[in-house]
């Protein structure tokens, strides 16, 4: 219910080309909680009010073009807001790894406020990847380098005094994803001391002084790993096949004639009948002869399930499967790739993640969830019991796969339990000890029997007071 009680707020906003219906209406309420109700933030802690650019159905970001390890960070500074009484600030300037660019002046001021304005620059171009001018900037370096530092973004007045704001870009951005932000200002302090005067809590009229902020758009953009490029590459160049060839056979199947749907009864139905006939004399027989054709019906299976993976492979890969796959991709692929581990898997950050980093991303950290995934863990690790002899085979792979997991999950709370899981799963005959469920009790039985004890002396008290209340 809340209506803008200025136009400017949305003059600026409109003026801009970026800006969607959904940010007019953020600044809108955010000016009229200010103004109306004088409520003052104590912090603001980056606020996203911009939704992720580019294609929806895509499982990664895009990348930019090939440009080495080189990453780019790029500030479009939107507006500085509730600056101190009669402050004019002559540029934005954002500083990283010792070098500094800066903005242009601002272009317009708020009516009642002390507040500014940035535009673009068109004519302003960039010099050896670092560009200034406008309300555009751009720093380029190595993208390990600029992911692990903080960025300092400052407001300088024609009194040489200035306020600063910085961003950590590996807790706040995603690389190849732009992020608005709305970022607190503070005097600048040299050696402890502050630069610039202290920020009076009142305004000049008697009302509360909103604290400053500057509303930029900063992103961090960087290349693939070399290995997630040339799976990328490989998967363009196999979707592009497929959707030759599913056009050429859609094309030329359109042309020929198809017989009628009663044409297949006739091999249909008899057919049908004989595996009616037939399916309780098969089962009987496999019931029977169940040892002697165990071999047989294993490698029915897999031969089945080798046709199954592969037919649903070219299903997937063609258009239509693969948008069906992005629906259900697409929010695990999200939150995966938010997370510290996904962003080092995928880009020239530093080193890459350990396993049971990766691990630990993706698998549960509450009790339910844990219990499943350890149940689970035991289940495989003893289906080798399965073929005596021929599955133990299989713990040589499965050893230290369940090590990890178990590491992801219980490391920290029993750390000798990944030696403990891996003896038992490369040692013959002894998947029966259950690693993964021992490791769950460590974790989760003392808060269990403290929820227990707690409930206990809760029913105990009942009866004590019960007379009391009569």
């Known amino acids: 219910n809340l209506k803008p009680s200025n136009e400017s707020i949305i003059d600026t906003c409109t003026s801009y080309p970026p800006c969607t219906v959904h940010q007019i209406n953020y600044f809108a309420n955010l000016h009229c909680l200010h103004t109306q109700y004088s409520i003052t933030p104590k912090k603001i802690i980056n606020p996203t009010i911009m939704v992720k650019e580019g294609d929806s159905k895509r499982l990664l970001p895009a990348a930019p073009k090939d440009e080495g390890d080189r990453g780019h960070l790029r500030a479009t500074i939107l507006s500085a807001y509730d600056l101190p009484d009669n402050a004019q600030p002559s540029f934005v300037s954002l500083s990283l790894l010792g070098k500094d660019v800066q903005t242009g002046p601002p272009n317009a001021r708020h009516r009642e406020s002390n507040s500014f304005k940035f535009v673009s620059n068109e004519k302003e171009g960039s010099r050896n990847g670092e560009s200034s001018g406008g309300n555009e900037v751009s720093i380029s370096a190595p993208l390990e380098l600029l992911y692990k530092e903080a960025a300092t973004v400052k407001v300088l007045f024609e009194n040489h005094e200035a306020l600063v704001a910085k961003v950590n870009l590996s807790s706040t951005l995603q690389i190849n994803e732009s992020k608005w932000l709305i970022l607190n200002l503070e005097p600048e302090t040299v050696s402890g001391k502050s630069t610039s005067s202290e920020l009076p809590e009142k305004s000049k009229d008697g009302t509360d002084q909103h604290p400053p902020t500057v509303r930029l758009k900063l992103l961090l953009s960087g290349p693939y790993r070399a290995e997630i490029k040339a799976v990328v590459s490989v998967a363009n160049s196999w979707f592009q096949v497929i959707d030759s060839t599913s056009s050429t056979i859609i094309s030329v199947t ?41 071999p047989v019906l294993i490698i029915l299976l897999a031969v089945g399930a080798t046709a199954l993976v592969g037919c649903s492979g070219l299903y997937l890969s063609s258009s239509m499967g693969r948008e069906t796959a992005a629906r259900f991709l697409q929010p695990i692929m999200s939150t995966f790739i938010a997370t510290s581990s996904g962003q080092k898997l995928l880009y020239e950050t530093g080193p890459r993640p350990s396993p049971v980093a990766l691990s630990e991303t993706m698998l549960p950290d509450d009790m339910i ?10 289940f495989i690790g003893s289906s080798s019991y399965l073929l005596p002899g021929v599955g133990e085979s299989f713990d040589l792979g499965w050893a230290p796969m369940q090590t990890v997991l178990l590491m992801a999950m219980y490391d920290k709370q029993m750390p000798s339990l990944k030696y403990i899981s891996f003896i038992e799963e490369i040692m013959p005959f002894t998947d029966v000890l259950p690693s993964g469920t021992l490791g769950w009790v460590r974790r989760w039985s003392p808060l269990v029997f403290e929820a227990g004890i707690k409930k206990a002396e809760e029913m105990k008290m009942i009866p004590q007071l019960s007379p009391k209340n009569d």
């Open 254 to 294: 359109s042309k020929m004639p198809l017989p009628s749907a009663k044409f297949f009864l006739v091999p249909t139905v008899p057919l049908a009948a004989a595996s009616v006939v037939l399916l309780p004399i098969l089962l009987g027989l496999l019931t029977v002869g169940l040892p002697l054709f165990l």
């Open 369 to 378: 969830g844990q219990l499943i995934v350890s149940l689970l863990i035991d």
